[in-house]
Nanobody
């Protein structure tokens, strides 16, 4: 049984930082892109960041570019989202996800492309 478990969420003041982790069990994802999505109150879940299976190429939503950094540790079957310069509009439930497409070479990552999801961790940024 595949499980993705997020951790690291919490309450932080604007301008602060948090580091989210996603630990996977039940299988490895060395050949798949991994990502982070978020859902703010009253909004649909949307793309935040993704990292390709090689661990080099990363992609970000415009709203977080330059502030968030995604990384992965295949040996630990874990990936991370370092969030700096947080803003109140970053408040959301953050979900980690694993892509369904092996060795995906494109640059588009949507909810429907993800095969596995964590249950989410709440990030609240106060002003």
């Amino acid at each position: 049984q595949v499980q993705l478990v997020e951790s690291g969420g919490g309450l932080v003041q604007a301008g602060g930082s948090l580091r989210l982790s996603c630990a996977a069990s039940g299988r490895t994802f060395n050949n798949y892109a991994l990502g982070w999505f978020r859902q703010a109150p009253g909004k649909e879940r949307g793309f935040v960041a993704a990292i390709k299976w090689g661990g080099i190429r990363t992609y970000y939503a415009d709203s977080v570019q330059g502030r968030f950094t995604i990384s992965r540790d295949n040996a630990k079957n874990t990936w991370y989202l370092q969030m700096n310069s947080l803003k109140p509009e970053d408040t959301a439930v953050y979900y980690c996800a694993a892509d369904s497409r092996r060795y995906y070479s494109g640059t588009y990552f949507s909810n429907d492309d993800m095969a596995f999801w964590g249950k989410g961790t709440l990030v609240t940024v106060s002003s």
